[in-house]
């Protein structure tokens, strides 16, 4: 695996909304773990996009991830479980020069892997943050991240992600990203 590079990386957040997120397997530890990468990608400059799965029906995204979201990243509807079947997704990724995803959400095994998978058959270096991604049934999480990483996708806690992005404690946002996850 290449070092991932901030100035070509993205960090997409799959469906954490509201009629769904209270249906998951331990969710807390995840929106917790989700909310640190949408704080240190913040700190590291590093864009974000959000897709909510059918919104009408399951609501928009949680309010705590929801309010840490940039005014630039309006959450894309979908309704293909894969967020690469959206075309307002894929306009989104092309505006950018991007060669990596980090990717956190629910459900692992559904619409998170799914969308790895197209990441990856895509060309895109996949980092799952195994610590921001669950689903119903923590059997089908397990599952999920040990088919991800058999597909290619680098599979790591956020906290990983972070200081991986940052590479030197003289990154001008080190002090920052540290605070954050201590």
Do not use: W
């Amino acid at each position: 695996m290449n070092f991932p590079r901030i100035e070509s990386t993205a960090l997409l957040v799959v469906d954490l909304q509201e009629r769904l997120v209270p249906a998951m397997n331990n969710p807390g530890p995840v929106l917790d773990r989700s909310r640190l990468l949408l704080r240190g990608m913040a700190e590291l400059g590093v864009d974000v996009l959000v897709t909510e799965q059918y919104p009408k029906g399951l609501g928009g995204t949680v309010p705590e991830i929801a309010e840490l979201l940039p005014e630039s990243c309006p959450p894309i509807a979908k309704t293909g479980f894969s967020a690469f079947v959206e075309p307002a997704f894929r306009t989104a990724l092309a505006a950018k020069p991007r060669k990596t995803l980090v990717v956190a959400g629910i459900e692992a095994h559904v619409c998170v892997l799914q969308t790895v998978f197209d990441a990856l058959n895509e060309g895109f270096e996949v980092i799952l943050a195994a610590d921001a991604v669950t689903s119903r049934k923590a059997a089908d999480r397990e599952l999920a991240l040990k088919a991800a990483r058999h597909a290619g996708a680098q599979v790591l806690p956020a906290e990983a992600v972070l200081f991986l992005l940052l590479r030197d404690a003289k990154h001008p946002a080190f002090k920052a990203v540290s605070k954050l996850v201590r």
